[in-house]
């Protein structure tokens, strides 16, 4: 797991360590959809509660695929719209919010070295995508920019 403390909110990323190349490779007979749907997560570790835009947030972090060896890199920010009604969510102290990224194997850029592409797999948002105007001011006290990175080893069985 990847994690990141940014103004009292843990970031965590969980992703398996390595995914056999059929489960991730859609079309073909054991693709397995679940297996590619990966973990982040909101702890609030600040004491107090924290107010932020957590549906926006979810809905419009990008994905990133690159790969260490050769510096490619594939952004994905194909993202369904945010709602445009102003929501908040609060995080209690202590207390978590989750939310699903799925990893679509890039084979533009995946390289296989003895049946193994290694491949950095991050979730991006930049704090300037907030559509602001779409909020009461102050309606939230958190918002900050973040990438989270996790290795995952793709193996050709």
Same mark, same amino acid.
């Given at each position: 797991?990847?994690?990141?403390?940014?103004?009292?909110?843990?970031?965590s990323l969980d992703t398996p360590e390595?995914?056999?190349?059929?489960?991730?490779?859609?079309?073909?007979?054991?693709?397995?959809?679940?297996?590619?749907?990966?973990?982040? *997560?909101?702890?609030?570790?600040?004491?107090?509660?924290? =107010? $932020?835009? %957590?549906?926006?947030?979810?809905?419009? +972090?990008?994905?990133?695929?690159?790969?260490?060896?050769?510096?490619a890199e594939i952004v994905d920010n194909?993202t369904p719209p945010p709602k445009r009604?102003?929501?908040?969510?609060?995080?209690?102290?202590?207390?978590?919010?989750?939310?699903?990224?799925?990893?679509?194997?890039?084979? *533009?850029?995946?390289?296989?070295?003895?049946?193994?592409? =290694? $491949?950095? %797999?991050?979730?991006?948002?930049?704090? +300037?995508?907030?559509?602001?105007?779409?909020?009461?001011?102050?309606?939230?006290?958190?918002?900050?920019?973040?990438?989270?990175?996790?290795?995952?080893?793709?193996?050709?069985?």
């Amino acid at each position: 797991m990847s994690d990141l403390l940014l103004n009292g909110i843990r970031l965590s990323l969980d992703t398996p360590e390595a995914l056999p190349l059929s489960a991730v490779l859609r079309g073909t007979p054991k693709y397995d959809a679940p297996r590619t749907f990966f973990t982040v *997560s909101l702890k609030n570790e600040s004491g107090k509660k924290r =107010v $932020l835009p %957590f549906d926006e947030l979810r809905r419009s +972090t990008v994905r990133v695929y690159r790969n260490p060896a050769t510096g490619a890199e594939i952004v994905d920010n194909r993202t369904p719209p945010p709602k445009r009604d102003g929501s908040v969510d609060e995080i209690a102290p202590g207390a978590t919010k989750t939310f699903q990224v799925v990893f679509e194997y890039p084979k *533009s850029i995946a390289v296989m070295k003895e049946r193994v592409a =290694v $491949l950095q %797999f991050c979730v991006k948002w930049d704090a +300037t995508w907030l559509r602001a105007n779409t909020y009461t001011p102050g309606s939230y006290d958190w918002n900050e920019s973040f990438e989270i990175c996790r290795q995952i080893r793709i193996l050709d069985e």
